[in-house]
């Protein structure tokens, strides 16, 4: 069976240039989640959807960045302009049920460095 | 200038001993707690996971304690193999679909 499915793996991309992180949950999955990290914060939650509908986005650090989810097979992280403090390996996750297991299944992982 | 990044917790187990990993959690709500294992150049994967009814649980190679008292939570891997080398996390859930993931330890296997 397919995992989480993340795209692009590594992106390398100067300061001011908007980027898209692109995910595809593993089929019949409910929830979607992104995450951050960095060796300064660690594993940071960014938000997260439940059947497609944006659920917490608390930890969206700030308007440059958005997130999107059009249909149950995808999902999109963007960041407008970037900067180069928003270098960090993002992850998608998803989950068959968040409210009774919580378990997440992630991907690979998207690593982003902002020159 | 360049940022210094945090130095993880770091244990190093000779191959065939037993690793304990801790982790002290936060929030007294939590109810359930799940441990993930981080291989470099990966995404975290799912290990094992224990509720707040339970303060023992028990996988294939690895046990996982909770003791609410202290809200402490604990990792044992049995026969520490190679491939075992990691970085582990413990995550705690105090709300609906919201995991809070720790900082992490790092695991070195040595020969």
């Known amino acids: 069976d397919a995992g989480v499915i993340q795209s692009p793996r590594h992106e390398v991309t100067e300061m001011g240039q908007e980027v898209t992180l692109r995910c595809k949950p593993i089929?019949?999955?409910?929830?979607l989640f992104w995450y951050r990290q960095t060796m300064m914060r660690g594993l940071e939650l960014l938000i997260y959807?439940?059947?497609?509908?944006?659920?917490?986005d608390s930890g969206m650090p700030e308007d440059r960045f958005s997130a999107k989810m059009p249909n149950a097979s995808f999902s999109t992280l963007k960041i407008q302009p970037s900067e180069p403090r928003d270098s960090a390996v993002y992850f998608c996750?998803?989950?068959?049920?968040?409210?009774?297991?919580?378990?997440?299944?992630f991907g690979e992982g998207s690593r982003l460095t902002v020159l | 200038g360049e940022s210094v990044g945090l130095h993880l917790p770091t244990l190093s187990v000779q191959e065939g001993d037993n690793s304990i990993i801790n982790c002290a959690y936060s929030?007294?709500?939590?109810?359930?707690f799940i441990w993930y294992k981080q291989e470099s150049g990966k995404g975290p994967q799912f290990i094992i996971d224990?509720?707040?009814?339970?303060d023992k649980r028990q996988g294939q190679r690895v046990t996982v304690l909770l003791n609410k008292t202290v809200k402490h939570l604990s990792l044992q891997i049995a026969a520490t193999q190679p491939g075992d080398s990691a970085v582990y996390f413990c995550?705690?859930?105090?709300?609906?679909?919201?995991?809070?993931f720790g900082a992490g330890t790092q695991v070195v296997v040595t020969p």
């Open positions: 996750a998803s989950s068959g049920d968040a409210k009774n297991t919580g378990e997440l299944f």
């Open positions: 089929s019949g999955h409910n929830s």
């Open positions: 959807f439940n059947n497609n509908v944006p659920i917490d």
């Open positions: 929030n007294s709500a939590s109810d359930y």
């Open positions: 224990i509720r707040s009814n339970m």
């Open positions: 995550a705690e859930k105090a709300s609906w679909g919201k995991l809070q």
